[in-house]
T-cell receptor
Framework: TQLLEQSPQFLSIQEGENLTVYCNSSSVFSSLQWYRQEPGEGPVLLVT?????EVKKLKRLTFQFGDARKDSSLHITAAQTGDTGLYLCARGGGGSNYKLTFGKGTLLTVNP | DAGITQSPRHKVTETGTPVTLRCHQT?????MYWYRQDPGHGLRLIHY???????DKGEVSDGYSVSRSKTEDFLLTLESATSSQTSVYFC???????????FGPGTRLTVL
C-alpha cells in the first residue's frame, strides 16, 4: 500500500489567520485530489492537480502540486468559520481501475 | 452536486444479521465504489465496480460482498454483521478514465 501522509492531523486557529496543510508520499502521484468533508456529510471535491509544479486557486484556497509530484499543499488565506472541516488528499493510482488512496486527513477548526 | 443517494442513512442492527446498503446514481457513471470511514483510519476502499456485473475487491473486503445488476445501483452486503463493521459507509462514483470521485452522503451503521 502506497501511503499518503497528511500533516498536521489537527489544527485549531482563529478566524482571519492563514494556514497550510500538507500531503506527502514516497512515490509519484499520477494525480492528486483535495476534498473537504463536513460533519455528517460525504467528502466534496475541491480540486484535482495532475502536473508537477501546478498551482490552482479557489477563492481563498491555494493548492500546489510539488515539482516531483510526490507532495502537495493547501494554503488558506484569512480563514473563516465556514472553512472548518476535514481536509483529505487522495492520490490516483493510474492504471485502468481509477482507484484512489486517501490520506487520514487534517481536521481544521476555525474559531470565531 | 452529483446525483448520488444512499439508503438507509442510518441503521442499527445486531451481530449476525445480514445487512444491505444501497447506492443509487443518476449520472450514468461507469465506476462505483464503496468505502468505510473510521477514526484513525481515514477512508478505506471495500469494493469497487467498473461496469455492470464487473466488480473487484479493495483493501478491506473481508466480510463484505457487492453486486451491480444495473448501471445506477451498487449494493453492499454484510452477510453476517459483526461489531467491527460499525462504521460510516460512503459510496462514490466516477466517470470513465478519470481519478475524480464524487461521494454520496453516507450511511451510519451500528452493529450491536
Amino acid at each position: 500500500t502506497q501511503l499518503l501522509e497528511q500533516s498536521p492531523q489537527f489544527l485549531s486557529i482563529q478566524e482571519g489567520e492563514n494556514l497550510t496543510v500538507y500531503c506527502n508520499s514516497s512515490s509519484v502521484f499520477s494525480s492528486l485530489q483535495w476534498y473537504r468533508q463536513e460533519p455528517g456529510e460525504g467528502p466534496v471535491l475541491l480540486v484535482t492537480v495532475v502536473t508537477g509544479g501546478e498551482v490552482k486557486k479557489l477563492k481563498r484556497l491555494t493548492f500546489q502540486f510539488g515539482d516531483a509530484r510526490k507532495d502537495s499543499s493547501l494554503h488558506i488565506t484569512a480563514a473563516q468559520t465556514g472553512d472548518t472541516g476535514l481536509y483529505l488528499c487522495a492520490r490516483g493510482g493510474g492504471g485502468s481501475n481509477y482507484k484512489l488512496t486517501f490520506g487520514k486527513g487534517t481536521l481544521l477548526t476555525v474559531n470565531p | 452536486d452529483a446525483g448520488i443517494t444512499q439508503s438507509p442513512r442510518h441503521k442499527v442492527t445486531e451481530t449476525g444479521t445480514p445487512v444491505t446498503l444501497r447506492c443509487h446514481q443518476t449520472e450514468n457513471h461507469r465506476y462505483m465504489y464503496w468505502y468505510r470511514q473510521d477514526p484513525g483510519h481515514g477512508l478505506r476502499l471495500i469494493h469497487y465496480s467498473y461496469g455492470v456485473k464487473d466488480t473487484d475487491k479493495g483493501e478491506v473486503s473481508d466480510g463484505y460482498s457487492v453486486s451491480r445488476s444495473k448501471t445506477e445501483d451498487f449494493l453492499l452486503t454484510l452477510e453476517s454483521a459483526t461489531s467491527s463493521q460499525t462504521s460510516v459507509y460512503f459510496c462514490a462514483i466516477s466517470e470513465y478514465q478519470t481519478d475524480t470521485q464524487y461521494f454520496g452522503p453516507g450511511t451510519r451503521l451500528t452493529v450491536l
